[in-house]
């Protein structure tokens, strides 16, 4: 069974830093690329960042390059999101993901940035 948990969320003031964390089972963690995603109260569910699984490559959403960090240790079948210069407007529930046949998520966790 695949799972995915979140962790690492809390409340912050602006200009702080949080790391998530997204710890794994029931998959091949090397064989996939894994993916961070948030949700703001009343707003769809949006992409923010992505690794690859072969050489490491990531991507983020224009929102938050420069300011986010995704990593990935495939010895503990973790993903990272280090979070830096955090706004008002990072607050969210942030969630990791996977597809394995079909898209996986985490429960999430949340993110409050105060101002």
């Known amino acids: 069974e695949v799972q995915l948990v979140e962790s690492g969320g809390g409340l912050v003031q602006a200009g702080g830093s949080l790391r998530l964390s997204c710890t794994t089972s029931?998959?091949?963690?090397?064989?996939?690329?894994m993916g961070w995603f948030r949700q703001a109260p009343g707003k769809e569910r949006e992409g923010i960042s992505c690794?690859?699984?072969?050489?490491?490559?990531?991507s983020y959403a224009d929102s938050v390059k420069g300011r986010f960090t995704i990593s990935r240790d495939n010895a503990k079948n973790t993903v990272y999101l280090q979070m830096n210069s955090l706004k008002p407007e990072d607050t969210a529930v942030y969630y990791c993901?996977?597809?394995?046949?079909?898209?996986?998520w985490g429960q999430g966790t949340q993110v409050t940035v105060s101002s």
């Open positions: 993901n996977v597809f394995v046949y079909r898209v996986y």
């Open positions: 029931g998959f091949a963690f090397d064989d996939h690329i």
């Open positions: 690794i690859s699984n072969s050489d490491g490559s990531t």
